[in-house]
């Protein structure tokens, strides 16, 4: 069987300038079209692409899509440089753009290879992969608390099973209650809707099991497990980020920045929903690498096997990747029948 390919409703919104309309409507007629990638990407990059479009529109007088170069999407990384907007923030406009690049057709002008231009403009490699974004159990109860109170229980519960599963934003909004079910019955949660499309396989742990039970009450069969009922996907990861964002300078540590963008090595980067996933990717790690001990293994061994399995869990091809979430040192200290190490949730 062929894939099928959904299209979905998008219309653009008119903004009374006569030459954004025009790439607006053009804007819309290929969104509408488009054949690559899930719908999940296509809304994620119409924004990108909509703000694009009223920058080009006035700057360069674009009148036809097609027509779009290189020196447009320079022009754009320059301008929001200018604007204080994070690299990571453009590095994921820029993509936006280039998927909209690929999806017109009879376009006259090539685009650089991504890399390529990341490059190019000084967008290597975001360096903030080393700052520390694990948050404490206490920011996460405070968070879930919070959100209870505002009647927001599928967020809250949520933020719950991204800590448990370390599950992406993307995975946990479009989770459904079929999947949660057959975990239940199996031990284990297999993914397919994934970043990458890579399918894996997360092992129940007593406080997945916990948040998953809790979970199915708030649903209906057939439907997803946090994203309510009539709710896009993509809303409901909004509202989860906005939810975060409004809230967490009141309840994150007095320690963290101000902001999760271009952290430092060594510093704390403010909240963000990814952080859950690397709180969870830390807890993993050391609950493997402690069992691998007490199978008689020597350090480096435990270590690399911890390693390899949480790499799986998390769904990377690289072992290297899980440094990222779960530094060196984090073991130091970490013994048979001492879980922690020195490195428990809520001590730095």
């Not at 859950?276 to 690498?289: D, G, K, P, W, Y």
């Not at 799986?312 to 984090?330: D, E, F, Q």
Request: net charge positive; aromatic share 8%.
């Amino acid at each position: 069987m062929g894939v099928v390919f959904i299209a979905i409703r998008y219309t653009f919104k008119k903004t009374g300038v006569g030459t954004v309309d025009n790439l607006g409507a053009q804007l819309q007629k290929i969104i509408r079209g488009a054949k690559q990638g899930s719908n999940e990407t296509k809304y994620r990059y119409i924004a990108a692409s909509e703000r694009f479009i009223r920058f080009v529109a006035v700057k360069f007088k674009l009148k036809k899509l097609q027509n779009i170069q290189e020196k447009h999407l320079q022009a754009y990384v320059e301008d929001m440089r200018q604007r204080g907007c994070a690299d990571k923030y453009i590095k994921t406009d820029i993509a936006g753009i280039r998927y909209l690049h690929r999806q017109i057709p009879q376009t006259r002008y090539e685009l650089l290879d991504g890399r390529v231009a990341n490059k190019k403009y000084g967008l290597g490699s975001t360096p903030d992969g080393r700052a520390d974004r694990a948050w404490t159990e206490r920011e996460l109860t405070d968070m879930k608390a919070l959100a209870m109170q505002r009647n927001k229980p599928n967020i809250a519960l949520a933020l719950e099973t991204a800590r448990a599963t370390g599950m992406r934003l993307d995975e946990f909004s479009s989770l459904r209650r079929a999947e949660v079910e057959a975990a239940l019955r199996t031990g284990v949660l297999h993914l397919t809707n994934t970043k990458g499309g890579r399918p894996r396989d997360i092992p129940l742990s007593p406080r997945t099991i916990d948040a998953f039970r809790a979970a199915l009450k708030l649903s209906s069969r057939g439907s997803y497990v946090f994203t309510l009922p009539g709710m896009k996907v993509h809303k409901f990861k909004e509202a989860v980020k906005s939810f975060i964002w409004r809230h967490r300078g009141l309840l994150q540590d007095p320690n963290r920045n101000r902001t999760a963008q271009n952290v430092k090595p060594g510093e704390f980067a403010a909240l963000a929903v990814h952080g859950l996933r690397h709180t969870f990717a830390r807890e993993f790690l050391i609950e493997r690498f402690k069992e691998n001990l007490e199978m008689g293994l020597d350090r480096a061994r435990a270590e690399k096997e911890a390693r390899k399995v949480t790499s799986m869990v998390m769904g990377h091809n690289r072992v290297s990747v899980t440094l990222i979430y779960a530094p060196k040192g984090l073991l130091d200290g970490v013994e048979q029948g001492n879980l922690c190490g020195g490195h428990c949730n809520g001590h730095r």
